[in-house]
């Protein structure tokens, strides 16, 4: 199982960016998925989670109204769509999926999820 996170970058505040996160998942649309972000020094955070059935989002209140994720269940790719991105965002990022027990759940907890990706780094200059 693999996740790879890409579309990282330098970006300036106000800029935005889209991160993607390609599975090799055999059954991707049965997982629920969720971005969290590291910055230096920081503990690994939640960011934002996506239901399998797609029809649940949870963000974490930084983020939200400027943050969203989606999912391709065809190619087996996870989004993170950041616009107005602040100073504040900038941190390694990273993908994960994990089983859930139903659906339309969403987990805003590390433990949730069963798999990661090595992670993608996002820099805001000010």
């Known amino acids: 199982v693999q996740l790879q996170a890409s579309g990282g970058g330098l970006v300036q505040a106000g800029g935005s960016l889209r991160l993607s996160c390609a599975a090799s998942l055999r059954t991707f649309s049965i997982y629920a998925m969720g971005w969290f972000r590291q910055a230096p020094g920081k503990a690994r955070e939640f960011v934002a989670a996506?239901?399998?059935?797609?029809?649940?989002?949870d963000y974490t209140d930084s983020v939200k109204g400027r943050f969203t994720i989606s999912r391709d269940n065809t190619k087996k790719t996870l989004y993170l769509q950041m616009n107005s991105l602040k100073p504040e965002d900038t941190a390694v990022y990273y993908c994960a999926a994990g089983i859930p027990p139903n659906s339309n759940s969403v987990s805003t907890k590390r433990v949730g999820y069963d798999y990661w990706g090595q992670g993608t780094l996002v820099t805001v200059s000010s």
């Open positions: 996506l239901s399998s059935s797609g029809s649940n989002t």
